[in-house]
């Protein structure tokens, strides 16, 4: 590719754009049937990082009939060289345009992604609107966590995937395969589609509006399409294929490790968190399995670390055990083991030592809240005592580093939750030095973010805090954390704001993206890149008012813009929920052994985590 050689000094990061991994997976075009590009709207090196992308890439390349490559966002300079010598967005194996496969499939991992969707059908010269694209266009699919309210994307997508990737893909694409071969128009694939579980296809369905502008209802344009779309599901855990020959990236990754996902769900019931709603049931990996993947992605990857990814590792029950397994197989080798963020309550002294065995990770822990009657709020179910015992032990066996995670803005908050932040923060500071730690080494890190209520969540009816109140919160951390010792991050409630937005939207937001797109907004989730301004611009060109999506309290009956996506949750259980919130009555973790009465264990005919088991026997 003469061209892209010319190009790729001109630019930063050439390795980028180059392909050709370890393990990268290129086959015989002419050959397979059905042509798929993964589309990560970001950069190679927040894209590479995404485990979701390897998961797929390998199942589709499993196929004989299917191949899958690879695209992410170009970074400006890279875009402006390749408009400037004609050159489309291209896929990093073969290096064909993106416009000559048969699915784009893009994730939605995040809102303030949703404009680099469109910024990568420019470059790709494919039309922004479904509606405009003709047969000769890839069919555009996407999933991941935003599809969960699919409608503020919904003018750009064909068809939506709701839930587990790994549940629905070859079902997808045997109907869409069949059609090729038949040799179908798009109109009647998409219907196809829809009748497939988990398959959500937007241009069969019509939204309906009230005379004052406010959303009422979608209902599908035929008895063919179900009203409402429910969540797929896997439900073999365990035995859903895994990719331990992953595709190694050939310049650093944001999580440049080997990543095993042990456990999947999580049961904690945190009000906030979207992802503890639609990752739900809980189901873990067999210690076997976890040590032969990790065997194997040792041999066949280089990386020296080994990451146990979920949304909460520490609540995985052999957890301590397979640290030690792994340690025992690979230590010898350089190869380390690291674990996300923490629970408080979870974390112990063993299993400190046990993380820390080849090089020391760094340790996160997520209080979520200042104090005990917000956390209960929340749900949290972590306590003062929790954190600075699990600080001790950080702290006792050798880390002079511990990083704190918090909320602003979560309904019902005070003043004095606020400064329980700091209050927090300062305790774990004077635990640090009571232990010992060197004043030149010890550091806690405080980071902040401003709650964004998020559909299918205990908080979807819940507003966002005003932006000004928000600001005035931040300020006042700023002055009350001033020690060479503490450091403060905080996320721009600008963005947060945005992200609000996007979160409880409906389809009329299309409208505004294409304005912000056109305004020049891309990369949004990138400090350097977010403009404010160009998006409040956008909303006034479209006639939109911002604050109406965030800043709405919704009542229990208003018909809310996702209302038709089921993530497996009932909206009853969510409401009393909200109602126990409100009380600040906590809870309980239905892994104790007791059900709260989601709803979804029963609908999916999953036998309930904690029935009937020993975890203990499970090692």
Not at 291 to 311: M, P, W
Not at 435 to 453: C, D, E, I, M, Y
Not at 491 to 504: K, T
Not at 589 to 602: F, K, Q, V, W
């Amino acid at each position: 590719m003469d061209l892209l050689d010319q190009i790729l000094p001109l630019v930063k990061k050439p390795a980028r754009y180059t392909g050709g991994e370890w393990n990268a997976v290129r086959k015989d075009w002419e050959k397979t049937e059905l042509k798929t590009v993964f589309a990560f709207p970001d950069v190679y090196e927040v894209g590479m990082s995404h485990l979701g992308l390897q998961i797929l890439y390998n199942i589709v390349n499993c196929r004989t009939d299917a191949l899958m490559e690879r695209v992410f966002a170009p970074w400006p300079d890279m875009a402006d060289m390749m408009r400037e010598n004609g050159l489309p967005l291209f896929a990093l194996e073969s290096h064909r345009p993106v416009k000559d496969f048969d699915i784009a499939a893009f994730t939605l991992q995040y809102e303030m992604s949703f404009t680099n969707i469109l910024y990568m059908l420019s470059l790709a010269g494919i039309p922004l609107r479904a509606e405009q694209r003709n047969e000769d266009d890839p069919l555009v699919i996407a999933g991941g966590p935003c599809a969960f309210n699919p409608e503020p994307a919904a003018d750009f997508i064909d068809i939506f995937v709701i839930g587990e990737g790994e549940e629905v893909i070859n079902e997808l694409l045997d109907v869409v395969l069949a059609c090729k071969r038949n040799k179908l128009e798009k109109k009647e694939i998409l219907l196809k589609a829809a009748g497939v579980p988990g398959i959500y296809v937007p241009s069969l369905y019509n939204v309906f509006y009230g005379e004052d502008g406010s959303f009422l209802k979608i209902m599908p344009v035929c008895e063919e399409v179900p009203g409402r779309v429910t969540k797929r599901v896997v439900k073999d855990f365990d035995g859903t294929p895994f990719p331990v020959k992953p595709v190694v990236p050939s310049t650093e990754a944001v999580h440049d490790r080997m990543m095993i996902e042990v456990l999947r769900g999580c049961t904690r019931g945190c009000r906030f968190c979207q992802a503890g709603i639609i990752y739900r049931p809980v189901r873990e990996k067999k210690p076997k399995t976890v040590l032969r993947q990790s065997a194997e992605l040792v041999k066949n990857t280089g990386f020296d670390e080994i990451s146990l990814t979920s949304l909460s590792t520490s609540d995985y029950s052999p957890v301590l055990d397979v640290i030690r397994s792994i340690a025992n197989e690979h230590a010898g080798r350089g190869v380390n083991v690291s674990l996300p963020s923490l629970r408080a309550d979870h974390f112990s002294v063993e299993l400190a030592k046990e993380v820390q065995h080849v090089r020391r990770s760094s340790l996160t822990f997520a209080p979520e809240a200042g104090t005990q009657r917000l956390r209960d709020v929340i749900n949290k179910g972590v306590t003062e005592e929790d954190l600075m015992d699990a600080a001790n032990a950080a702290f006792k066996e050798g880390w002079k580093a511990v990083k704190l995670y918090f909320m602003i803005g979560l309904p019902t908050e005070t003043e004095n939750d606020v400064d329980g932040i700091v209050q927090l923060a300062r305790s774990v500071l004077a635990l640090g030095r009571k232990n010992g730690v060197p004043r030149g080494r010890l550091k806690v890190t405080v980071s902040v973010a401003s709650f964004v209520p998020k559909a299918h969540t205990v908080f979807q009816w819940e507003p966002q805090e005003l932006l000004g109140s928000l600001r005035k919160k931040q300020d006042d951390l700023s002055s009350k954390t001033r020690d060479k010792n503490l450091t403060l991050n905080y996320h721009d409630a600008n963005l947060s704001f945005i992200e609000a937005v996007f979160a409880r939207g409906d389809r009329r937001l299309g409208t505004v993206l294409v304005k912000a797109f056109e305004l020049g907004c891309r990369f949004d989730g990138w400090s350097e890149y977010f403009n404010i301004e160009k998006w409040l611009e956008a909303f006034r060109l479209a006639g939109i008012d911002p604050d109406t999506y965030a800043y709405r309290r919704y009542n229990y009956d208003d018909p809310l813009p996702w209302d038709h996506i089921d993530a497996g949750v009932s909206k009853q259980y969510l409401i009393l929920e909200h109602k126990r919130a409100m009380e600040s009555i906590v809870t309980p973790d239905c892994r104790s052994g007791n059900c709260p009465g989601c709803g979804l264990c029963p609908a999916l005919e999953i036998e309930p985590f904690y029935a009937g088991s020993d975890l203990n026997a499970q090692v």
